[in-house]
Nanobody
Framework: QVQLVESGGGSVEPGGSKRLSCAAT??????????MSWVRQAPGKGLEWVCSLTADGSYSKYIRSVEGRFTISRDNSKNLLYLQMDNLNSDDTAMYYC???WGKGGTRGPGTQVTVSS
């Protein structure tokens, strides 16, 4: 069973940047063999898939609204997943979760809040 813990959230002004991290632990979970994803949930809305990355980090896919602004990456030697978010806007305000696997259906961490406001 994997345990995921996100960090790096907070408040940021429109146009600003944030870098989220996700630490993966758990006996029997081989981080380097699993695709990973970021998902988010804005206030009053459902869970939204943001992006996913293959196990070896060679291929990623993003929801259209964040393409060119967000970058997902990973360090398999440290069991860490990252999300670099640039040029943030108010629509990016949400609780952000890392998730096991490709898509939004896997095990998630407790999340980290990102609030974009002036």
């Amino acid at each position: 069973q994997v345990q995921l813990v996100e960090s790096g959230g907070g408040s940021v002004e429109p146009g600003g940047s944030k870098r989220l991290s996700c630490a993966a632990t758990g006996s029997g979970f081989d981080f380097s063999s699993n695709a990973m994803s970021w998902v988010r949930q804005a206030p009053g809305k459902g869970l939204e898939w943001v992006c996913s990355l293959t196990a070896d980090g060679s291929y990623s896919k993003y929801i259209r609204s964040v393409e060119g602004r967000f970058t997902i990456s990973r360090d398999n030697s440290k069991n860490l997943l990252y999300l670099q978010m640039d040029n943030l806007n108010s629509d990016d305000t949400a609780m952000y979760y890392c998730a096991e696997g490709w898509g939004k259906g896997g095990t998630r961490g407790p999340g980290t809040q990102v609030t974009v406001s002036s």
